[in-house]
């Protein structure tokens, strides 16, 4: 017979004194968390707009007993609650949707629209499982409170605007997350996958997650007729050329050891058929998981792109210009393996060894990986929460279809079997890193 995860958590050793009263506890509390998450999908918010959602969660966690600030970063939110002697464990939520119409079908489904900075009209989604991330949080802070006989130390629960975006982490540190409030001793946090069936969860130690960044190429040329181009020089082939010597960055200028990904995103320039314009924009996405590597694909960028349009005849003060987005900038997310292991033992008797899965890490990007790049050098841990329906998943695996991704119209968690595991997960994982000795 297959156990679910909360049976597994009765018949497995947990960190918790009696197993019995967190399964007794979660069902008094999941019509309670499931009536959130529904409430949560149904008014996502975007970066840098969710002062609903945030005083949502800041009244969740007043309700509970935390010391609560709000308006951190945004519309980040801390609360704090004091237990005793111990260590400081940070626990970390993400709130932000992202501008996509929901088409899962659902009769939950998200109705929202909204104008953006542009001016359009926009649907909005948590199609990233954000909405999963709170509800799962919310839980993990009653299963403390309920059980904190169990643990001693300072309970640190952190919503985290803008995370989409990449400035959220940055926002909430520049406040002083970390100098205003106890400084964390462990900070970790979960983030939903499409591609792991719910029940299980699944996680690495090390790198998990990619650094991106986000870099645009303005591309000079000079215009003119387009039956004449020994006339002009001309910045669609110069951007052209550029595009294609780009691929040779990872190929051939950096180890095969280190993974590096160099995407152009967009190319857009000129405006008619036999007009060659004076100017081409290219727009980039950067991913690695070496800082140093990083720091290379950047620097090539600016020598390639320099070197070809000067070879094109082009003068030095006509050169592309890059610029790289460092404000939406965000690190690799590297899994400190001491930490990640505790926390891998405590969720895998809390909800069986079977249903914690090894996994790979992936060129997506979090910026959670900020937490553990300041100077206090505070160890991180996120791990992977499964939000796939089983028989969905098995039935994707048997046929090879392609499951909706996140940031896809049509990804849907099974939130039914999910929040259970990821409370039960999390809660397990803070306890085991309160009492580590």
Sequence with gaps: MKLSAISAALLLLSPFAQATTLDLNLKKTMPEIEKLYLDLHQSPELSYHEKQTGQKLAKQLKQLGFTVTDNVGGYGVVGIY????????????????????????????????????????????????????????IGTAQQLMTHKDQWQGTLMMVAQPAEEVGGGAKAMLKEGLFTKYPTPDHVIGLHVSASVPAGK???????????????????????????????????????????LALQTITSRELSPLEPSVVTVGSIHGGSKHN??????????????????????????????????????????????????????????????????????????????????????????????GLYGRTEQHVPITLFWLGGVEPSQYDAAMQSGATLPSLHSSKFAPDYKKALPTGITAMSNAAVALFNKK
Aim: one cysteine or more; charged letters at 20%.
């Design 82 to 137: 004091e237990n005793g002697d111990g260590p400081t464990v940070m626990i970390r939520t993400d709130t932000d949707g992202l501008p996509i119409v929901e088409q899962t079908g659902k009769p939950y489904a998200s109705k929202v629209t909204v104008t953006n900075n542009a001016g359009a009209t926009v649907g909005v989604m948590h199609g990233c499982g954000h909405d999963i991330h709170m509800s799962s949080f």
């Design 201 to 243: 969860v699944s996680m690495k130690t090390e790198y998990t997650m990619a650094s991106v960044d986000s870099v645009d190429i303005t591309v000079k040329g000079k215009g003119g007729h387009g039956a004449y181009p020994h006339t002009t020089i001309d910045p669609v082939v110069i951007a052209s050329r550029i595009v």
């Design 275 to 368: 007009v060659i314009s004076d100017e081409v924009k290219l727009q980039l996405t950067l991913r690695s998981y070496n800082p140093e590597v990083r720091l290379q694909q950047i620097a090539a960028i600016k020598r390639i792109s320099k070197g070809i349009a000067l070879s094109a005849g082009l003068d030095e003060s006509l050169a592309p210009e890059v610029y790289v987005h460092e404000d939406e900038s965000i690190p690799s997310t590297y899994n400190n393996p001491a930490q990640t292991n505790v926390v891998r033992s405590a969720i895998a008797n809390a909800i069986g060894e079977d249903n914690v899965l090894e996994t790979e890490a992936v060129m997506a990007g979090e910026d959670f």
